[in-house]
């Protein structure tokens, strides 16, 4: 796990990277999965592969990804890997938005959904903009340059979300809005426990059926694919990264037995947790 000036507040919080020189010079880290406590975001203007939680996406030219703190993702050897990276915490938008984070959690950087866009090429040019006053800000530091950052990015971060929008007709907020919201969140915190979809529906004060409208309305999916899911998804972040042994593993996201949690995690991937592990090895 790779962190942005960890603790280290009178720094910036935000870097912008040309995508392939740094790619080069970080070869023995990028190529191998691995995962940030940071937000990053990655603009590909050259048609390639890239990883995301062990997912293989081909994509083409100028694709943003964006991934949320903790997510897991490498670059592809044989891509170009040519555009820029985007490197922040929280603290960099939030000090001057307090709605930012919500907002952000759920039309970008949600894990549940596919976290690419693709920009139109009418819309190159713009997005071209911004990266380059970025880029002078950062260089250059001329007076309140901060505040000038924080504006042009929340514009870049804004330009996304306008373009992910258009491929999703859900609205952008409404009164299940903060129940979706709560729900991702409670899925976070008990990735490691067994629950059910009643469990996270008494939680949040309302039936399972209202529950399963909300998660299909805002993820696409059941309740109970989410879980499972979420999961299976942790499961894989242990084997891949973790010096753990499978048993332990098992003991660590709640199964009282190994063969329960090699049974459980099979059903899910066709792969048993050696055979997955094995690859990283």
Not at 79 to 84: I, R
Not at 158 to 181: C, G, S, V, W, Y
Not at 185 to 206: A, D, M, P, Q, W
Request: aromatic residues 16%.
């Amino acid at each position: 796990e790779y962190h942005l000036h960890k603790n280290d507040y009178s720094k910036l919080q935000l870097d912008v990277y040309a995508a392939q020189p740094y790619c080069q010079k970080y070869s023995q880290h990028c190529y191998k999965p691995h995962r940030h406590s940071y937000f990053q975001v990655i603009w590909f203007k050259s048609p390639g592969i890239h990883y995301v939680d062990y997912q293989e996406y081909k994509h083409e030219q100028n694709t943003i990804f964006f991934l949320t703190q903790g997510q897991v993702h490498n670059f592809c050897k044989s891509s170009k890997n040519e555009g820029f990276l985007f490197h922040f915490n929280d603290i960099f938008l939030d000090k001057n938005d307090s709605g930012a984070a919500m907002r952000r959690a759920y039309r970008l950087f949600n894990e549940l959904e596919k976290p690419f866009v693709k920009i139109p090429s009418e819309a190159e040019s713009d997005f071209q903009h911004l990266t380059d006053k970025l880029l002078l800000e950062i260089e250059h530091k001329p007076y309140n340059y901060q505040e000038q950052l924080y504006f042009y990015f929340q514009i870049f971060l804004l330009n996304i979300e306008r373009l992910k929008q258009k491929e999703n007709t859900t609205p952008l907020k409404d009164h299940h809005f903060e129940l979706a919201m709560r729900f991702k969140k409670s899925l976070e915190e008990n990735r490691n426990h067994f629950r059910n979809v009643n469990y996270f529906s008494t939680e949040l004060g309302i039936t399972d059926k209202t529950l399963s409208t909300i998660s299909k309305k805002y993820f696409g999916e059941t309740p109970a694919n989410l879980i499972h899911k979420k999961r299976t998804l942790e499961a894989k972040r242990l084997l891949a990264n973790s010096k753990l042994s499978i048993k332990e593993i098992a003991y660590e996201l709640g199964f009282e037995q190994a063969t329960y949690f090699t049974k459980y995690f099979k059903k899910h991937t066709a792969q048993t947790p050696k055979d997955f592990q094995q690859q990283f090895r």
